[in-house]
Nanobody, 121 residues
Framework: QVQLVESGGGLVQAGGSLTLSCAAS????????MGWSRQAPGKEREVVAT???????NCADSVKGRFTIARDSAENTVFLQMNNLKPEDTAVYYC???????????????WGRGTQVTVSS
């Protein structure tokens, strides 16, 4: 069983910073991508940032220039550095990974349980 465990959420004032971490563990053969999505109350979940390989990252337009995604491949960990946070960034942030399990050719997507980020004005 593969698990994704997020950490680093919390309460911060507008203009502040937070760093989220997500560690993947389990019988993983290869991770094809890791990233973050978020869901605010009453809104649909949106993909915030994705890391596929060094030099190949993607961030949503709403966070470009403020959020940075990075990955520690050796530890199967992905980070989301969030700067200049705004009240509209308030949401539950979910880590996800697209990976292959040992002995299987099929890609699987797993999600973490989420971590709350609240930005006060």
């Amino acid at each position: 069983q593969v698990q994704l465990v997020e950490s680093g959420g919390g309460l911060v004032q507008a203009g502040g910073s937070l760093t989220l971490s997500c560690a993947a563990s389990g019988t993983i053969s290869r991770i094809n991508a890791m990233g973050w999505s978020r869901q605010a109350p009453g809104k649909e979940r949106e993909v915030v940032a994705t890391f596929t390989k060094p030099g190949s990252t993607n961030c949503a337009d709403s966070v470009k220039g403020r959020f940075t995604i990075a990955r520690d491949s050796a530890e199967n960990t992905v980070f989301l550095q969030m700067n200049n946070l705004k009240p509209e960034d308030t949401a539950v942030y979910y880590c996800y990974a697209r990976y292959l399990k040992l002995g299987s050719p099929y890609e699987i997507i797993s999600w973490g349980r989420g971590t709350q980020v609240t930005v006060s004005s």
